[in-house]
T-cell receptor, first 113, second 115 residues
Framework: GQNIDQPTEMTATEGAIVQINCTYQTSGFNGLFWYQQHAGEAPTFLSYNVLDGLEEKGRFSSFLSRSKGYSYLLLKELQMKDSASYLCAVKAPPNSGYSTLTFGKGTMLLVSP | NAGVTQTPKFRVLKTGQSMTLLCAQDMNHEYMYWYRQDPGMGLRLIHYSVGEGTTAKGEVPDGYNVSRLKKQNFLLGLESAAPSQTSVYFC??????????????FGPGTRLTVL
């Protein structure tokens, strides 16, 4: 099975940097994904990590340590529009050729002026 | 290119009624998924499909049925709705390259209330 933990809520100030952590305990691993979900909208893909290390994409970066079962999403130069829920998801290895995502419960980030 | 679309956007049902939610994608994706999202529970996989005519159970399949008669469509059915099925339902689709980078693209969601 999969167990994914992330903080329920975080607050930060516009212009600051925030790090959202995700820890996972899984029976298999084939990648870790981060999604952003604004209130009342669909999740949208932000980043993924397969190998250990940091992946950078503009203001967003994601880090993975497979040995520690740990990932974080780093958001720099925070903007008001970054207020959203951030979902961590682990991809299981293919089972009979199929591979699905298991999502954490999400971290609600509130950015204040 | 509309991506993933879902109909209807909102629906209110009485306990015991049935309904079908429709998901359509125009990206020629092999995989399609149905999730439900409840406060404090995150996204949970109901059923998924790895190709036309093939479906499989996810984490919370009880009370739901699905069909994938055409590659671009994935239907979710509730035969006898219960208040516990009040939720927001999301459909998603992805390529099936087998690589970890098969990103899932989500539809806008259907907000269902069962009274």
């Amino acid at each position: 099975g999969q167990n994914i933990d992330q903080p329920t809520e975080m607050t930060a100030t516009e212009g600051a940097i925030v790090q959202i952590n995700c820890t996972y305990q899984t029976s298999g691993f084939n990648g870790l994904f981060w999604y952003q979900q604004h209130a009342g909208e669909a999740p949208t893909f932000l980043s993924y990590n397969v190998l250990d290390g940091l992946e950078e994409k503009g203001r967003f970066s994601s880090f993975l340590s497979r040995s520690k079962g740990y990932s974080y999403l780093l958001l720099k130069e925070l903007q008001m529009k970054d207020s959203a829920s951030y979902l961590c998801a682990v991809k299981a290895p293919p089972n009979s050729g199929y591979s699905t995502l298991t999502f954490g419960k999400g971290t609600m980030l509130l950015v204040s002026p | 290119n509309a991506g993933v679309t879902q109909t209807p956007k909102f629906r209110v049902l009485k306990t015991g009624q049935s309904m079908t939610l429709l998901c359509a994608q125009d990206m020629n994706h092999e995989y399609m998924y149905w999730y439900r999202q409840d406060p404090g529970m995150g996204l949970r996989l109901i059923h998924y499909s790895v190709g036309e005519g093939t479906t499989a159970k996810g984490e919370v399949p009880d009370g739901y049925n699905v069909s994938r008669l055409k590659k671009q469509n994935f239907l979710l059915g509730l035969e006898s709705a219960a208040p516990s099925q009040t939720s927001v339902y999301f459909c998603a689709s992805s390529y099936a390259t087998g690589l970890p980078t098969d990103t899932q693209y989500f539809g806008p969601g259907t907000r269902l209330t069962v009274l």
